[in-house]
């Protein structure tokens, strides 16, 4: 059985600095690497806005923020969807949080994260752990589209960062 929490990985960005970004969240605000850093961060892909594991993963980080406010701990969240579309589903959803297009360039920020499935044309259920510089400390992946990363494993990671 393979590992739910990846400490390493042949494609790891572990110890590396993460990748820049620029990106438009959901009230069109632009987001960049440099707004997260000065605390620990979770930049959390997820494949596709409305459906059922994406809607489950976010709605436990919506519930859950008091669990990562402990750890003094950011999270945004990116897709490869429009920014209406991201707008629309957290406006239902009530997501506070940054959810990230990623739309055009299609796809650009999750394939320099490694993070951009082929496949689909959409993100993979990946997350990046960040510490308050900016560098990958942890990663979670769950690499079947329809198997959910478990919110324990956010805080486990965030509490060795």
């Excluded at 990985?9 to 069109?28: E, K, N, T, V």
């Excluded at 707008?87 to 990230?100: I, T």
């Excluded at 650009?108 to 990946?126: E, L, N, P, V």
Aim: glycine share 8%.
């Amino acid at each position: 059985m393979a590992p739910r929490y990846a400490k390493l990985s042949a494609m790891s960005l572990i110890g590396q600095p993460a990748p820049s970004f620029s990106l438009r969240d959901q009230s069109r605000e632009v987001i960049t690497l440099d707004d997260l850093k000065g605390r620990k961060s979770l930049v959390v892909f997820i494949p596709f806005p409305f459906t059922g594991v994406c809607h489950g993963e976010l709605c436990a980080i919506r519930d859950n923020l008091a669990a990562l406010n402990e750890f003094e701990a950011g999270v945004i969240v990116i897709t490869c969807d429009t920014l209406a579309v991201n707008k629309k589903w957290s406006e239902e959803n009530g997501f506070d949080f940054p959810v990230l297009s990623d739309f055009w360039p299609h796809g650009q920020t999750a394939i320099a994260y490694g993070a951009f499935d082929d496949r689909t044309g959409g993100a993979k259920r990946y997350t990046f752990v960040l510490d308050e510089d900016g560098v990958v400390r942890n990663e979670i992946k769950s690499e079947e589209l329809g198997t959910p990363r478990e919110f324990d494993l956010y805080l486990e990671a965030l509490s060795t960062v």
